[in-house]
């Protein structure tokens, strides 16, 4: 009995180990498919784009007819029929088409959301034929649709029930086809039905069954897609309609947590249902588990988000898209897989699953003729079959019971054609363009949740992100996407606007290295600029390499900024390089000999945005070239000239010219000197009775600067003294009220003074911005000192100002020693930050007080005077540090 005991714990702790194995898996840093974006586009460095907002919201329905040169688009209460080529004209027609204020009050006493649900959101907008559209709405819950006068662009009749044809409620997975007059749809129609495949007309409609065995259980559908296998076969075989979802796994799977699986069903378009059994039901609904996964670390998305079909000569060539993630939501992953359309037939033709003692196992028995789930073909008709409603009820039978397919539809590859970590992918578009090599690449076009939009190139298997650009400034969803193969642009639709941008922006490219090293299928370089390859005939002077991206581009007369240092001896500096590619990485050179890179005994530290000279000596006077290295090819980015003075001098100015490089310098432009460098460019000697006279100087500030701290220690003691003495006499706890000191990112817990740090550069993934960081003080010293930063908090009124709590003095200034190894001493102190930038720590006197001294002085003789004319609080609030 205590061998057992004793092992339980030790198999508990196995257990636990592979959970946070799989759980830390996904995040790997030995994940290969991982891929970061070779650039980042804010939204305020988008070219040749165009916006479209209205009063109206969640432009959740576009709909593309490029040779009308319209973009028809639904959105909350309105439709809209956009201009191809500008979408933000204000001549654009529009029909106002909201719930009635009836409709709304029901909607209300629903218990719904006035802002988001009582409205009518258009889900449905497809050509109907060709003089007219059809449309349909969740109407505040009540479902409607309507035909549209294509031409005239208005209501040709009234309103008929959606009812059977729309979601009632807008945030409802839905999708839905127009095939020949007839209307395909899947979502769930009604608040306490459960969702289903439909043919709503022509009539007779069909829709799934429920009993004896449940066809779909709790399905979330994404997409749908026609796909006519009738053309050009030489069995007669049906035209079929296919619908992608995620649903509730009803067979066993490997992870007891997983509950979701990703399916592709189908039906046969000419399926009217049986005579006797399954009469108003599908006789050709067959489903089958689509699997992404990664096997070297049995990562399972298990999550379908979105689906592209890209259409090939027949339908056996169609390859299938999809967008897949993780049931967990607080976990961001996506992965791309691709499938083959004969690898989804080979799943619907291979065998059955069927319930037995409660669980999906594969059916072994024998299987009925014709093939429960098939067609009606040519070879039916000739055994006296002409439709579904003369299949044999046997076959009927079997068709009920046996829903789901045994064989799993894998991805090509059997593994992701992408992985991407942090990112939910929710929207795909995919577009192929022929190169200069002559091969065609696979262009994806992906959609985030939080507004942008990637695109990725496939190359012989490997995924390269050639951008991810910014559409929206505030973070919302993607909700639709469709591409115009004519105009080469893409619209993206969100609850804020719909935004066109082209399929590539080769203009962003300044030179001929950068061109070749974006590895962009669109794009060349024509001997002066980065063009568009399909806007030249002769491209034979073209230059493009998109498979290694490294070839090609000559040596040229492109300028580089020189920028000219003169530092004091001892002193940390930055030279900045902030590479423009986040696939770059810097190499440093100091007259043509390579800088180490994080070996501090030389004296030097290499970082994303810049080389650290850590306590600059003589010696390190030099050239310093900063390269950025991408695919095996350096390109020369910043050229510093640095000189280090062991006497003293007044700083004057730096400068910066242009030099030409033997490289070119994709990312270089002129810019002017950081405010935050340390040294100058031209160095003046002091005359020895100027030096006398400051030094002079300098000694009467000290002394006073000593004289002030005494007596502040002098009116310390004496507080800290009647705050002790007035402690002893009340036992109970106390509480300050809020005042004092602002306390930096802890709003929620204990109070202490905090220091702000703010961060050179913060350039992670081409993302730039400030950051402020908290440290704690005196009493919890981390990393060293910093300035502090005056609270704004008010006093009660009805509350006299409470004393100050006991603090120590401060620290003598310490040798200090980071986290990342850097050690050095104030006055001048540079910190990496999260391995992308560094902290700058000036102070502005080498051999004088810190400059924390007078700020901590300044504080305490603004809270001591506030205080000298009030008296102590029995029964303070809360400490004011």
Request: contains cysteine; neutral net charge; aromatic residues 8%.
């Amino acid at each position: 009995m205590e061998g057992l005991i004793s092992i339980q714990p030790l198999l508990l702790l196995t257990i636990l180990a592979c959970g946070l194995q799989l759980w830390a898996f996904p995040f790997s840093p030995s994940l290969d498919l991982d891929v970061t974006p070779r650039t980042t586009v804010f939204s305020k460095g988008l070219l040749g784009s165009s916006r479209f907002s209205s009063s109206s919201q969640n432009y959740s329905t576009l709909l593309l007819e490029d040779q009308a040169g319209l973009l028809y688009a639904g959105g909350r209460g309105a439709l809209f029929a956009l201009n191809t080529t500008n979408i933000s004209s204000s001549a654009n027609p529009r029909i106002e088409w909201d719930a009635s204020s009836e409709q709304k009050k029901q909607c209300l006493n629903k218990g719904r959301d006035n802002q988001t649900e009582c409205h009518n959101h258009i889900r449905f907008l497809q050509r109907y034929n060709e003089t007219h559209l059809y449309a349909c709405g969740t109407n505040a819950f009540r479902p409607q649709c309507a035909y549209i006068d294509a031409e005239r662009f208005n209501f040709s009749s009234g309103f008929e029930d959606g009812k059977d044809r729309c979601p009632y409620d807008p945030a409802k997975g839905y999708t839905g086809l127009l095939v020949d007059g007839e209307m395909f749809t899947a979502s769930q129609y009604e608040f306490r039905s459960s969702p289903d495949v439909r043919r709503n007309f022509p009539f007779p409609t069909l829709r799934t069954e429920e009993a004896p065995t449940r066809w779909l259980l709790e399905a979330d559908f994404v997409g749908s897609v026609l796909l006519k296998e009738s053309i050009n076969s030489s069995i007669g075989d049906d035209d079929k309609i296919y619908f992608f979802f995620t649903e509730k796994s009803q067979e066993q799977v490997a992870y007891p947590s997983q509950t979701k699986v990703s399916r592709i069903a189908r039906v046969c378009k000419t399926d009217w249902g049986g005579q006797r059994t399954l009469q108003r039901k599908w006789t050709s609904f067959l489903k089958a588990r689509m699997v992404c996964s990664v096997p070297e670390y049995e990562l399972h998305l298990n999550v379908l988000r979105s689906v592209f079909v890209q259409r090939g000569r027949d339908a056996q060539s169609s390859i299938i898209y999809g967008v897949f993630g993780l049931e967990w939501k607080n976990i961001k992953a996506s992965a791309i897989c691709q499938y083959s359309f004969s690898d989804v037939q080979k799943a619907f033709d291979g065998p059955y699953m069927e319930v037995q003692d409660g669980k999906w196992r594969e059916y072994t028995g024998k299987v009925p003729e014709p093939r429960p789930g098939s067609c009606i073909t040519d070879l039916h008709r000739s055994q006296g079959i002409n439709s579904s409603r003369d299949l044999p009820d046997i076959v009927l039978t079997f068709a009920r019971r046996h829903p789901l397919m045994a064989t799993q539809v894998l991805p090509i590859g059997l593994r992701p054609l992408m992985f991407k970590r942090s990112v939910n992918y929710v929207k795909i578009a995919v577009h192929k363009q022929l190169a200069l090599d002559g091969n065609t690449y696979t262009v994806l076009f992906l959609g985030t949740d939080e507004g942008w939009l990637h695109r990725a190139v496939d190359i012989e298997g490997e995924m390269h992100i050639i951008e991810e650009l910014q559409l929206f400034d505030k973070p919302q969803p993607i909700e639709s996407m469709v591409i115009s193969n004519s105009l080469g642009t893409i619209y993206v639709g969100s609850d804020s606007a719909i935004v066109q941008v082209p399929m590539c922006a080769c203009q962003r490219y300044a030179s001929c290295y950068d061109c070749i090293l974006a590895r962009d299928p669109f794009c060349a370089w024509d001997g002066t600029a980065c063009v568009e390859t399909s806007s030249f005939r002769n491209i034979s002077n073209l230059i493009q390499d998109i498979r290694t991206g490294s070839k090609g581009c000559k040596e040229n007369s492109r300028t580089a900024v020189h920028r000219r240092r003169s530092v004091m001896s001892g002193d940390d500096v930055l030279l900045q390089c902030e590479l423009h590619s986040n696939l770059a990485t810097p190499r440093w050179t100091l007259n043509g000999r390579e800088l180490p890179g994080y070996d501090l005994n030389s004296g030097y530290r290499v970082g994303t945005d810049g080389l650290l000279i850590i306590g600059a000596r003589s010696q390190q006077s030099g050239s310093y070239r900063c390269f950025a290295v991408e695919n095996s090819v350096s390109v020369l980015v910043y050229l510093y000239t640095v000189r280090v003075h062991t006497d003293t001098y007044f700083p004057v100015e730096n400068t910066d010219t242009m030099t030409p490089s033997t490289a070119a310098s994709p990312t270089t432009a002129p810019s002017t000197t950081p405010p935050d460098s340390p040294v100058t460019s031209h160095p003046v000697p002091l005359t020895p009775g100027l030096q006398l006279q400051t030094f002079r100087h300098m000694e009467a500030v000290y002394i006073s600067l000593v004289a002030v701290l005494g007596g502040l220690c002098l009116v310390l003691s004496v507080v800290l003294l009647y705050v002790s003495f007035c402690t002893r006499r009340n036992s109970q706890s106390r509480k300050y009220s809020h005042q004092g000191l602002t306390v930096l990112g802890e709003p929620e817990r204990k109070r202490s003074s905090h220091f702000e740090m703010k961060t050179i550069t913060n350039h992670c993934n081409g993302r730039q911005g400030r950051r402020s960081i908290s440290v704690p003080t005196f009493g919890d010293m981390s990393d060293g000192f910093l300035q502090i930063i005056p609270g704004d908090g008010q006093l009660s009124p009805s509350k006299t100002p409470p004393p100050a709590p006991p603090l120590p003095m401060p620290p003598p200034l310490p040798n200090l020693d980071y986290t990342n190894g850097l050690s050095a001493t104030l006055p001048s102190v540079l910190r990496k930050m999260n391995g992308n930038s560094y902290v700058l720590l000036r102070q502005a006197d080498p051999e004088g007080m810190s400059p924390l001294y007078h700020s901590f002085t300044e504080e305490l003789n603004r809270i001591l005077e506030q205080r000298k004319h009030t008296q102590l609080d029995l029964k303070p609030d809360e400490s004011s540090i």
